[in-house]
T-cell receptor, first 112, second 115 residues
Framework: RKEVEQDPGPFNVPEGATVAFNCTYS??????FFWYRQDCRKEPKLLMS???SGNEDGRFTAQLNRASQYISLLIRDSKLSDSATYLC?????????????FGKGTHLIIQP | NAGVTQTPKFQVLKTGQSMTLQCAQD?????MSWYRQDPGMGLRLIHY???????DQGEVPNGYNVSRSTTEDFPLRLLSAAPSQTSVYFC??????????????FGPGTRLTVL
């Protein structure tokens, strides 16, 4: 099993719809979890951290399921500007740069 | 506050040439790291540094050297470029973490082609 796995997509979703995608991780000792957003030919930027109790930031909701070792991202009322690649990132521990594992990303296309 | 800056934005090299990719940050971050991103692959860590004077290897260090003489700068040197090093290179920095939820700030990237 790969360390961090994501469905690469693309997910083609009409504007205004709700879309969700998951990410699974293999290391049960992983301590922290993130979703990063990467626009075409740009650098990744932190979208949100994912906490054990789940967390919400506006239209975005992230959930963590430690028992099944997956995290999810839900986007409500999707906008054209949400089109991007969403990277799942897992920290194996300690918080240092060497502990981060990046998924290959899920490509999301919001259609008008 | 410029964040993380990288130069050059684009570079074309011939096989065997050497060059240095520059990275600087003005956020007084202790952690700095270099990643490469290839089509169909996640970001892979090349080298990282936990502070000035301290560097360590990541997942794919072969063919690259780094140094960290100041907190601000973390250059990546390609010793003898190979076509397999054609990639997009991202530099990142972060605070020395007191906990594990530690945001990585990325530079805009350097697109390198080795012929």
């Amino acid at each position: 099993r790969k360390e961090v796995e994501q469905d690469p997509g693309p997910f083609n979703v009409p504007e205004g719809a709700t879309v969700a995608f998951n990410c699974t991780y293999s290391n049960s000792a992983s301590q922290s979890f993130f979703w990063y957003r990467q626009d075409c030919r740009k650098e990744p930027k932190l979208l949100m951290s994912v906490y054990s109790s789940g967390n919400e930031d506006g239209r975005f909701t992230a959930q963590l399921n430690r028992a099944s070792q997956y995290i999810s991202l839900l986007i409500r009322d999707s906008k054209l500007s949400d089109s991007a690649t969403y990277l799942c990132v897992v920290n194996r521990g300690g918080g240092g740069a060497d502990g981060l594992t990046f998924g290959k990303g899920t490509h999301l296309i919001i259609q008008p | 506050n410029a964040g993380v800056t990288q130069t050059p934005k684009f570079q074309v090299l011939k096989t065997g040439q050497s060059m240095t990719l520059q990275c600087a940050q003005d956020m007084n971050h202790e952690y700095m790291s270099w990643y490469r991103q290839d089509p169909g692959m996640g970001l892979r860590l090349i080298h990282y540094s936990v502070g000035a004077g301290i560097t360590d290897q990541g997942e794919v260090p072969n063919g690259y050297n780094v140094s960290r003489s100041t907190t601000e700068d973390f250059p990546l040197r390609l010793l003898s470029a190979a076509p397999s090093q054609t990639s997009v290179y991202f530099c990142a920095s972060s605070y020395q973490p007191s906990d594990s939820y530690n945001e990585q700030f990325f530079g805009p990237g350097t697109r390198l082609t080795v012929l």
